[in-house]
């Protein structure tokens, strides 16, 4: 016991050290501009002292947490994860950059933490139904976990991004294209990934409902080229947010006209490539919500749709934890983008995607831990300075 007193002591010097530093944000460019150049020893370099930069600056925020549920199973578990892979990025610390075995290692290391923390979104989201499942959550509770889990999803993201580059570059991860650098995509055909995304989300719509609706893309390149539409970015992530966005679109309208014998209205796909902004509409005719929920479409502790089975892991569900929608603005967020919601009561919904254009301006977004931090989990946000009249 006194021996895992002292380690766990080590381990929080160590945290409390390397969240004094301020995470490097970095953009696609500088992404682009190394791997096109790639030196694993310079990578290793960097990836040892900013890692544990970036996850001692979340990890910092765990004990920002309300007890109740910091103390839930699944909360804990996760903080375990990233102890153990905060420390075995740490084993780095001082060995030589210029043996390869060491750099094999490294990056063998890099795949065993990405590895562990695949399951983490769910975790987390399994402890935040374990303390709505043992006890009331107040409005302070709510708004705690809600900043939270911004800021640690958002972490995650930046983080699986410089394991996944560095693995794509220099270990056994193959790139998805023969042209990517690493995981980015410097010819990223937005129409194809879009079209992917729909093709995967209708095959679980068919599935689920024996049905499913039509797709139809219109596209507007105002470059002077006016060609295919095509970015700077990371295939996966443009997939994941509109492959997200797909399933919320064909759930809607599928269970909105069930009952017609009518054939479903399609859903339709604008892009447009503009000079600092690449905007990805998909609207819908599935009944839209009321602007009294729209808020709560982004609440990590909201959801339309019913629980999944925990012990399901045949199949991905149409819907799921509630997750989709913040999870899918992070990644549109994570390097200056932005997904916004639109909904119409009564006829449909807009879900717009904003990206940078231009890979430069493309800059990660990156949570950082300071003094600064507590207020904002004992402080919440609400109308103390207005007055709103009862209905009569």
């Given at each position: 016991?006194?021996?895992t ?7 929080n ?5 390397y969240?004094r530093?301020t ?10 501009d190394?791997g096109?150049?790639a030196?694993e020893e310079?990578?290793f ?11 001692a ?6 004990s ?7 103390h839930m ?15 075995e990025?740490?084993?780095?610390e001082?060995?030589?950059a ?5 750099l094999?290692d ?12 695949s399951?983490?979104?769910q ?5 935040v ?13 709510e708004h705690s976990?809600q ?23 220099f270990g ?5 294209h023969p042209?990517?650098i ?18 995967n989300?209708?095959?679980l719509?068919?599935q ?6 039509e797709?139809?893309i219109?596209?507007?390149n105002?470059d002077?080229?006016?060609g295919?539409?095509?970015?700077v970015?990371?295939?996966s ?5 509109a ?8 759930r809607?309208?599928v269970?909105?006209?069930q009952?017609?014998?009518?054939t ?5 796909i604008?892009?447009v ?14 009944g ?12 990590y502790?909201?959801s339309?749709a019913?629980r999944?089975s925990v012990?399901n ?9 509630g997750?989709?929608?913040p ?17 119409y009561?009564?006829y449909?919904?807009?879900a ?17 831990f300071?003094?600064a ?14 007055q709103?009249g009862?209905s009569?």
């Amino acid at each position: 016991m006194r021996v895992t007193n002292i380690l766990r002591s080590n381990v929080n010097v160590l945290l409390d050290y390397y969240s004094r530093f301020t995470p490097s944000a970095l953009s696609i460019k500088k992404f682009m501009d190394f791997g096109q150049h790639a030196c694993e020893e310079k990578s290793f370099l960097f990836l040892r002292k900013e890692l544990p930069v970036r996850l001692a600056n979340i990890m910092k925020e765990f004990s920002l947490l309300p007890e109740s549920l910091l103390h839930m199973p699944s909360v804990m578990t996760v903080q375990n994860w990233y102890l153990r892979s905060f420390e075995e990025i740490l084993a780095f610390e001082k060995v030589k950059a210029d043996q390869k075995k060491n750099l094999e290692d490294f990056c063998e290391a890099l795949i065993k933490i990405r590895n562990r923390h695949s399951n983490v979104v769910q975790t987390m989201a399994q402890g935040v139904i374990e303390l709505k499942e043992s006890e009331h959550v107040d409005t302070q509770t709510e708004h705690s976990t809600q900043y939270f889990l911004h800021r640690f999803y958002l972490s995650r993201i930046s983080i699986r991004m410089l394991i996944n580059q560095h693995a794509a570059l220099f270990g056994a991860d193959l790139p998805g294209h023969p042209r990517h650098i690493g995981c980015i995509d410097p010819n990223c055909d937005v129409t194809s990934v879009v079209q992917d995304a729909y093709e995967n989300a209708k095959f679980l719509c068919d599935q689920y409902y024996l049905q499913s609706p039509e797709m139809i893309i219109e596209t507007k390149n105002v470059d002077s080229s006016g060609g295919p539409i095509s970015i700077v970015y990371v295939p996966s992530h443009l997939y994941h947010m509109a492959f997200e966005l797909l399933k919320n679109s064909m759930r809607a309208v599928v269970e909105q006209h069930q009952d017609s014998r009518e054939t479903l209205p399609p859903i339709k796909i604008l892009l447009v490539k503009g000079k600092e902004d690449l905007t990805i509409k998909i609207s819908d005719c599935g009944g839209g919500i009321s602007r009294s929920l729209t808020d709560n479409l982004f609440l990590y502790m909201y959801s339309t749709a019913p629980r999944p089975s925990v012990s399901n892991n045949d199949s991905t569900p149409l819907a799921g934890y509630g997750y989709g929608l913040p999870l899918s603005r992070l990644y549109a967020r994570y390097l200056q983008g932005d997904l916004v919601v639109c909904s119409y009561e009564g006829y449909g919904t807009d879900a717009i995607i904003y990206l940078k254009v231009l890979s430069n301006e493309a800059n990660e977004v990156l949570p950082v831990f300071n003094r600064a931090s507590s207020k904002h989990y004992k402080t919440h946000a609400g109308t103390h300075d207005y007055q709103i009249g009862n209905s009569i």
